[in-house]
């Protein structure tokens, strides 16, 4: 099955700073990533996504970028805001598995004012 | 409109209590799930129905009963459930099975006393 890595844990950067979260994937396979937001108490929410056959996207001051050769895609965040503290998770889907999500296991960022 | 309704938002219940959570979407999406999540871990799958049909159960234990009684229902049935299991539950739903995000209805905070 697919094993969906992410790093760092917790984050810790100064408002106005960027923010980088990485995460790694094993199965070949996988074409979607989509990128969540888990604010204290709240539901995941879908801030960006990308598919395979894309190298980069952008929406405001998030993007995503994937390498498929290396199985890895980050989440880059810039101009941070205190509004920006929040969990973040990665996952990973594919098309051969249904639309069975594998989770990252969590960044946990902080954005000091 | 990504909206998904859950219901009750909150529950406490002792072990031997029966009690349902409830899921509801109205965009026609046709694949609906159930998700645990414990503080600071990813969500956990648990059910998928996909076209209102029962398509992954990872092997979650009996004392869980989901139940899918149309397109845009989905409810969580619960009996004899441990003070482990107290957790938040997501249900989510997505336009169809395969290679397409899932949107998160806000939760129910469970907790077994």
């Known amino acids: 099955g697919e094993n969906v890595e992410q790093h760092p844990s917790t984050l810790s950067v100064q408002e106005g700073d960027s923010a980088v979260i990485k995460c790694t994937y094993s199965?070949?396979?996988?074409?979607?990533f989509p990128w969540y937001k888990q604010e204290l108490g709240k539901r995941p929410q879908l801030i960006i996504d990308?598919?395979?056959?894309?190298g980069e996207k952008k929406d405001q001051r998030i993007a995503v970028t994937l390498n498929k050769t290396a199985k890895h895609f980050s989440l880059h965040i810039t101009e941070t805001q205190p509004e920006d503290s929040a969990v973040y998770f990665c996952?990973?889907?594919?098309?051969?598995?249904?639309?069975?999500?594998?989770f990252g296991t969590g960044t946990s960022l902080t954005v000091i004012p | 409109d990504t909206e998904v309704t859950q219901t009750p938002k909150h529950l406490v219940m002792g072990m031997t209590n029966k009690k349902s959570l409830k899921c509801e979407q109205h965009m026609g999406h046709r694949a609906m799930y159930w998700y645990k999540q414990k503080a600071k871990k990813p969500p956990e799958l648990m059910f998928v129905?996909?076209?209102?049909?029962?398509?992954i159960n990872e092997s979650v234990p009996s004392r869980f009963s989901p139940e899918c009684p149309n397109s845009s229902l989905l409810n969580l049935h619960l009996h004899a459930l441990q003070p482990e299991d107290s957790a938040l539950y997501l249900c989510a739903s997505s336009p169809q099975e395969s290679g397409n995000t899932i949107y998160f209805g806000e939760g129910s905070w469970l907790t077994v006393v």
């Open positions: 990308i598919r395979s056959n894309v």
């Open positions: 199965d070949s396979a996988s074409n979607y």
């Open positions: 996952a990973a889907s594919s098309y051969t598995r249904g639309n069975q999500f594998y």
């Open positions: 129905y996909s076209y209102e049909k029962l398509s």
